[in-house]
């Protein structure tokens, strides 16, 4: 059996802390992993992971953006589709967007800080640009509308509709008073509420 060179041996362990890294993110949130924790689900020591990565918040935007990227790029094909509606988009969309985010309750907010941070470097990153502005979901909202209305506005609102709700979800909870399954079960509701909403903005 051939042996593994250094490249193969360090691309290997780095891939295994990150798979690590997005068990035990997801599971206890950002502030409650330690990096100890990473640690111990790639079984390797502590001294071993800050060698690949020197801190948790490295390693905790390395991820979301990884996350991030392949859920756009899994996206670009729906959104190119030229023999879907665009309520179909919509909706293929807005189910796994809201999935995602279910999975991934830390990500809304590493959004949010990076537009806040570095917007610019964010869009560059995610590849926005080409997936959302340049796809026939784009073209389809000009040709609905008749080039009266920015397509951006639905790009916008139809984000906003499944991001929001993640964002602000601890203050809903506490002023609606429920539970967390109450809450995500008010999530996937949306996926299918999403859509209803974004036809009746196309035809006002």
């Known amino acids: 059996m051939a042996k593994k060179t250094k490249g193969e041996i ?3 362990t780095e891939e295994k802390i990150k798979e690590a890294a997005r068990k035990v993110f997801t599971k206890k949130g950002f502030a409650a992993t330690r990096t100890r924790d990473i640690a111990e689900e790639a079984n390797i ?6 060698y690949y990565f020197r801190s948790k918040e490295k390693l905790f935007d390395i991820v979301m953006m990884e996350n991030i990227q392949q859920f756009l790029m899994a996206m670009k094909g729906v959104l190119n589709d030229k023999n879907s509606s665009i309520l179909e988009k919509v909706t293929t969309f807005s189910e796994n967007y809201i999935t ?3 999975e991934h309750a830390d990500l809304p907010l590493f959004i949010l800080s990076e537009i806040r941070a570095n917007p610019e470097k964010l869009a560059a990153n995610m590849g926005a640009k080409d997936i959302l502005l340049n796809s026939n979901l784009y073209m389809q909202i000009q040709e609905a509308t008749k080039h009266t209305i920015n397509p951006i506005h639905f790009i916008i609102n139809m984000l906003g509709l499944a991001v929001f709700p993640f964002i602000a979800g601890p203050l809903f909870q506490a002023i609606g008073g429920l539970k967390q399954n109450d809450y995500g079960k008010l999530m996937e509701e949306r996926k299918k509420m999403i859509p209803i ?8």
Do not use: C, G, R
Request: charged share 20%; no cysteine; net charge neutral.
């Open 100 to 102: 995602l985010l279910k």
């Open 45 to 50: 020591n502590l001294a071993l992971l800050n």
């Open 10 to 12: 360090d691309a290997s």
């Open 197 to 204: 909403w974004i036809e009746a903005m196309l035809k006002v």
